[in-house]
């Protein structure tokens, strides 16, 4: 409520983002953050994975995307059963439909990200997971890669439990 209340005061209108997702086996569906960019940051609802961001986020915006409760609208997903706690991000559905974004990698690197967004649509889309609990920086791709490709191979009620309990304590403690 109290977030709601503060975009309110600072933004003046939209509360939510949404933006249409892939989750499990490809099923699209609408995915709601807090909203956080200035009005001409959020024209394009269906920007590349890489895009950049910088400069473009509100003051509020920016706090709320590095405390990471910009994603907490994103229960209503869970509860809706078009997400789960813990999976692979959804990623938007323009960057499974339009590779493109993929064409600046050697033909390796393409052939491996191909198939990581081919093979992370076979669990359900998660709130959080190995990628949002590892030290990582949000652009490095390989990394993305190799976290959901780690939990596609080990996933079970274990690792979704350590990914769970380990998800509040990097939000409080990010190191």
Not at 52 to 80: A, M, W
Request: charged content about 30%; glycine content about 6%.
């Amino acid at each position: 409520m109290l977030i709601s209340i503060l975009l309110l005061i600072s933004q003046g209108r939209h509360l939510f983002f949404t933006q249409e997702r892939a989750g499990f086996n490809g099923k699209k569906f609408k995915i709601y953050k807090f909203r956080t960019l200035k009005e001409e940051g959020i024209r394009n609802k269906n920007l590349p994975i890489a895009r950049n961001i910088e400069g473009k986020e509100t003051k509020l915006g920016k706090y709320l995307r590095d405390s990471k409760i910009d994603e907490l609208p994103q229960l209503i997903n869970v509860l809706k059963g078009e997400m789960s706690l813990v999976g692979p991000r959804p990623l938007p559905v323009n960057d499974i439909e339009h590779t493109e974004w993929l064409d600046h990698y050697d033909e390796e690197k393409r052939e491996i990200y191909l198939d990581w967004l081919k093979n992370r649509t076979t669990v359900p889309q998660g709130l959080t997971g190995k990628w949002q609990i590892s030290n990582r920086p949000d652009s490095d791709l390989d990394n993305w890669v190799t976290c959901d490709n780690w939990y596609l191979e080990h996933r079970n009620l274990f690792v979704d439990l350590v990914i769970l309990i380990k998800t509040p304590l990097k939000i409080f403690f990010p190191f």
